[in-house]
C-alpha cells in the first residue's frame, strides 16, 4: 500500500527559527496536505496542496507539492512557542477513494523560547 | 456551527466487552471517515462512509470491527471483544462532499483504553 516517510521525527528550535520538514513517498499522490495535532486533539489542516508544481503559503507556513507528486515539503518562518505540536503530511493516492487520506508519521516540533 | 463531535472522549472497557465510538458530523456533512491512531504514529484510514452507505472499509480488520452511518443520528464505530491491542484514538472526519477535496474537519476523537 501507499507509505508516507515523513522527516525529520523530532526537531527542537529556538524561538525566532525557521523550520523545515517533508514528506516522500513512492507512489503518487494527487493531493497532498499538512496538519498540526496539539495533544488531546485532532489534526487541525494548515495547507493543502492541489497541483503539482504548486506553492502554497498560510501566514508564516508555506508549503510545495513537488513536480514528481511523490514530495511536499512545509516551512514554519519565525518560529513562536505556540508552534509546538505535532506536524502531519497527509496524501490523497491516485486510484483510491477520495475519502482515504494517507498520513506520514508526523514531525513533532519543539520551540524553546 | 458546532465541529464534528466525538463522545465520549475518553472511554475504558475490559478485555472482551464491546465498545462503541459515536461521531456526529459537521450540520450539513453526509460523508463520514474513521481512523485510529496508535501512540507516536500518524492516523490510519479504516472507513469512508456516506448515509446507510460504506463506500470503502479498506482499511477495516476483518474481524470484530463495524462501522455504521444510518440515516438519522451518529455514525457508530463498534469494536467487539476488545483486546489490549484496540487501545488507540479513535477520530472522525466529515465532509459535505465526496472527501478530501472539499474539505475534511476532524473531531478530538476517543481514547480507548483496554485494561
Known amino acids: 500500500g501507499q507509505q508516507l516517510n515523513q522527516s525529520p521525527q523530532s526537531m527542537f528550535i529556538q524561538e525566532g527559527e525557521d523550520v523545515s520538514m517533508n514528506c516522500t513517498s513512492s507512489?503518487?499522490?494527487?493531493?497532498w496536505l499538512w496538519y498540526k495535532q496539539d495533544p488531546g486533539e485532532g489534526p487541525v489542516l494548515l495547507i493543502a496542496l492541489y497541483k503539482a508544481g504548486e506553492l502554497t503559503s498560510n501566514g508564516r507556513l508555506t508549503a510545495q507539492f513537488g513536480i514528481t507528486r511523490k514530495d511536499s515539503f512545509l516551512n514554519i518562518s519565525a518560529s513562536i512557542p505556540s508552534d509546538v505540536g505535532i506536524y502531519f503530511c497527509a496524501g490523497l493516492a491516485g486510484g483510491t477513494s477520495y475519502g482515504k487520506l494517507t498520513f506520514g508519521q508526523g514531525t513533532i516540533l519543539t520551540v524553546h523560547p | 456551527n458546532a465541529g464534528v463531535m466525538q463522545n465520549p472522549r475518553h472511554l475504558v472497557r475490559r478485555r472482551g466487552q464491546e465498545a462503541r465510538l459515536r461521531c456526529s458530523p459537521m450540520?450539513?456533512?453526509?460523508?463520514v471517515y474513521w481512523y485510529r491512531q496508535l501512540p507516536e504514529e500518524g492516523l490510519k484510514f479504516m472507513v469512508y462512509l456516506q448515509k446507510e452507505n460504506i463506500i470503502d472499509e479498506s482499511g477495516m480488520p476483518k474481524e470484530r470491527f463495524s462501522a455504521e452511518f444510518p440515516k438519522e443520528g451518529p455514525s457508530i464505530l463498534r469494536i467487539q471483544q476488545v483486546v489490549r491491542g484496540d487501545s488507540a484514538a479513535y477520530f472522525c472526519?466529515?465532509?459535505?462532499?465526496?472527501?478530501?477535496?472539499?474539505?475534511?474537519?476532524f473531531g478530538s476523537g476517543t481514547r480507548l483504553t483496554v485494561v
Open positions: 450540520k450539513g456533512h453526509s460523508h
Open positions: 507512489s503518487i499522490f494527487n493531493t
Open positions: 472526519a466529515s465532509s459535505p462532499q465526496d472527501g478530501v477535496p472539499y474539505g475534511y474537519t
